[in-house]
């Protein structure tokens, strides 16, 4: 596949992404401003990579969509990951910010609440077991 470029046209799509870049530029000051890309940062960056490829489609959109799925393949991992992350330190800030009476673990609350509540799905038994007198579930009412 051999792409014939014209100078005037690779002039004109310089002059369209800086032109872009520089908008782009207070766009995205502004989310981070207002917080809007906090912890989602990466997708903007994917968003002026689309735009920047698909300027590249003016010399060739065969071009383009392979550039296109070269930035998928390398960009899609790092971008869900820089996700993950922010919502991982989300979680942890979130715990952080709860009182320490808050904060039981999973074991030791599913201990508490075994010696609390008796469940016998089998039996169809559900009741607290400080109850001294638990109402069996009669199946032939349900």
Same mark, same amino acid.
């Given at each position: 596949?051999e792409i014939k470029i014209e100078t005037s046209q690779v002039?004109?799509?310089? %002059?369209?992404?800086?032109?872009?870049?520089?908008?782009? $530029?207070?766009?995205?000051?502004?989310? +981070?401003? #207002?917080?809007? /890309?906090?912890?989602?940062?990466?997708?903007?960056?994917?968003?002026?990579? /689309?735009?920047? =490829?698909? %300027?590249?489609?003016?010399?060739?959109?065969?071009?383009?969509?392979? =550039?296109?799925?070269?930035?998928?393949?390398?960009?899609?991992? =790092?971008?869900?990951?820089? +996700? *993950?992350?922010?919502?991982?330190?989300?979680?942890?800030?979130?715990?952080?910010?709860?009182?320490? *009476?808050?904060? +039981?673990?999973? #074991?030791?609350?599913?201990?508490?609440?075994?010696?609390?509540? !008796?469940?016998?799905? #089998?039996? $169809?038994?559900? !009741?607290?077991?400080?109850?001294? $007198?638990?109402?069996?579930?009669?199946?032939?009412?349900?």
């Amino acid at each position: 596949m051999e792409i014939k470029i014209e100078t005037s046209q690779v002039l004109v799509v310089y %002059l369209a992404l800086i032109i872009f870049g520089i908008l782009y $530029n207070q766009v995205i000051g502004w989310w +981070i401003r #207002e917080k809007f /890309l906090e912890g989602y940062t990466s997708l903007a960056v994917a968003g002026g990579v /689309l735009v920047t =490829v698909g %300027l590249t489609a003016v010399f060739s959109w065969q071009f383009a969509l392979l =550039v296109l799925g070269a930035f998928c393949f390398s960009g899609l991992p =790092v971008a869900l990951g820089s +996700i *993950w992350r922010y919502v991982r330190a989300r979680q942890r800030d979130q715990q952080a910010m709860r009182p320490p *009476w808050l904060v +039981i673990p999973n #074991e030791v609350r599913k201990r508490w609440w075994d010696t609390l509540y !008796h469940a016998d799905p #089998e039996a $169809n038994e559900y !009741h607290w077991k400080t109850d001294p $007198n638990p109402e069996p579930v009669d199946e032939k009412k349900s």
